[in-house]
């Protein structure tokens, strides 16, 4: 626990906690076992005011700043990575975006359904072909008369299937290279040509919706271009600076969630007539996976504080992330260890920390993505 946070921030873990512990805890291996998106979760989460939490309110959000916003997710991963995704998907790729490039006139029409939790968003980068290189994408908008044309495949889209709203990067000039991409804000419902082509069954994480996506000839005002015209890469920059500040903090959750598991059945297992945290190797285990959550924690602390400073991230945030995933990857994997052959099944939720854990390793930049960012920053 962090010994320097604000009241209000400690007031809104503690009722995020309590909601966490309260409502999706109980369900989250029913969830993870049924595939289930659990919308009235979101609706919960809604009536808590925290789906818009680092947003401002005159859109609809918390007002809070981006470590208000870590420690909510958190307290998510703690009991669920599956929510925990779902939620900084909506909150870091899909909202923050519209806030820090949109329009007044983007912001009242597609922030505020977000930021009030009216439903979730999503963020369309990745494609088939590209993650790592995102950039080298193959979807592109063309400009027919005063409407964009869009056509393209997007791949592994968080919350697609379930989302009000979603920002998809495409090509709009084929020349200029970076420069030559931009973002644009698509309504699953409502435009012709957008579908979800495939949700994906995954190691971990199923009751958060993972899509394939199809636009096919997907025509759009002019008004759904988000920001200018050639800005998309250096949006998509931003955006994952920040994006991977709430990935280490879900780590950060899921490691915690994890190690208390370990700790509290190490209290109670007897083997060979005494608890087994009294066995050296098990206490040492467990004190190495306090240990790993508690610098997670604060690497991701100090990354959200300088975000909200308003200083350079790239590194901090890269660094949390980097950190925060393996110790989540690490720490899951001790607690199935110290449960045992109990660890191993879905009885106990330990196993699931650890499929959801590898997925951090993965998503908004690989680990191996986040030693290049890191060395670069570096003047590697
Ligand atoms: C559950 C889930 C949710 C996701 N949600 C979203 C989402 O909401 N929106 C979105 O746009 N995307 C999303 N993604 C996509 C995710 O960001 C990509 O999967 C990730 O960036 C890796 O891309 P890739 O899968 O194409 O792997 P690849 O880029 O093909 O990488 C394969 C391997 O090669 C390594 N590699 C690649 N390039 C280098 C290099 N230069 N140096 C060293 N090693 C390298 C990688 O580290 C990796 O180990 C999600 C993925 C998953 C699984």
């Known amino acids: 626990?962090?010994?320097?946070?604000?009241?209000?921030?400690?007031m809104i873990r503690e009722t995020v906690r309590d909601f966490c512990e309260r409502e999706i805890e109980p369900i989250a291996q029913e969830i993870e076992d049924e595939h289930r998106f659990p919308a009235e979760i979101f609706d919960q989460l809604a009536d808590l005011d925290v789906m818009g939490v680092p947003i401002a309110e005159a859109y609809g959000g918390l007002g809070g700043d981006t470590l208000m916003y870590a420690l909510v997710?958190?307290?998510?991963?703690?009991?669920?990575?599956?929510?925990?995704?779902?939620?900084v998907a909506h909150t870091s790729l899909a909202?923050?975006?519209?806030?820090?490039?949109?329009?007044?006139?983007?912001?009242?029409?597609?922030l505020r359904p977000l930021a009030e939790g009216e439903y979730v968003g999503g963020w369309a980068l990745t494609e088939p072909s590209s993650g790592s290189d995102a950039s080298d994408m193959d979807t592109t908008a063309r400009k027919e008369g005063d409407e964009w044309v869009l056509n393209g495949t997007k791949q592994f889209i968080t919350n697609a299937s379930e989302a009000g709203s979603i920002l998809v990067k495409a090509v709009t000039d084929s020349d200029a290279g970076y420069d030559g991409i931009s973002t644009f804000i698509v309504d699953p419902r409502e435009d012709d040509g957008f579908e979800v082509t495939t949700i994906w069954d995954k190691m971990?994480?199923?009751?958060?919706p993972t899509c394939e996506i199809s636009l096919?000839?997907?025509r759009l005002p002019e008004d759904r271009l988000l920001g200018e015209e050639g800005e998309g890469w250096e949006q998509t920059k931003k955006t994952l600076d920040g994006g991977r500040i709430s990935i280490a903090a879900l780590s950060t959750g899921l490691a915690q969630g994890a190690y208390e598991h370990a700790k509290s059945y190490s209290k109670e297992r007897e083997q060979f007539g005494q608890l087994i945290c009294e066995f050296d190797a098990v206490r040492d285990?467990?004190?190495d996976m306090h240990r790993k959550t508690e610098?997670?924690?604060?690497l991701t602390h100090r990354a959200a504080r300088t975000y909200d400073r308003g200083d350079p991230v790239t590194r901090e945030s890269a660094l949390a992330k980097l950190d925060a995933s393996e110790a989540a990857r690490e720490v899951a994997e001790d607690a199935v260890q110290v449960l045992?052959?109990?660890?191993?099944?879905?009885d106990f939720a330990p196993q699931r920390f650890y499929r959801d854990a590898k997925l951090m390793e993965i998503g908004e930049g690989t680990s191996e993505i986040q030693h290049l960012v890191i060395g670069r920053e570096l003047g590697l």
């Open 295 to 298: 610098r997670a924690r604060l």
């Open 95 to 110: 909202s923050k975006p519209i806030e820090l490039f949109g329009s007044e006139a983007q912001k009242e029409r597609w």
């Open 204 to 208: 971990g994480l199923n009751a958060s």
């Open 216 to 218: 096919e000839n997907v």
């Open 285 to 287: 285990t467990i004190v």
């Open 73 to 87: 997710a958190e307290e998510l991963g703690r009991v669920s990575g599956a929510v925990g995704l779902s939620y």
């Open 340 to 346: 045992g052959g109990y660890g191993y099944t879905t």
């Open 1 to 10: 626990m962090e010994f320097d946070l604000p009241d209000e921030h400690r």
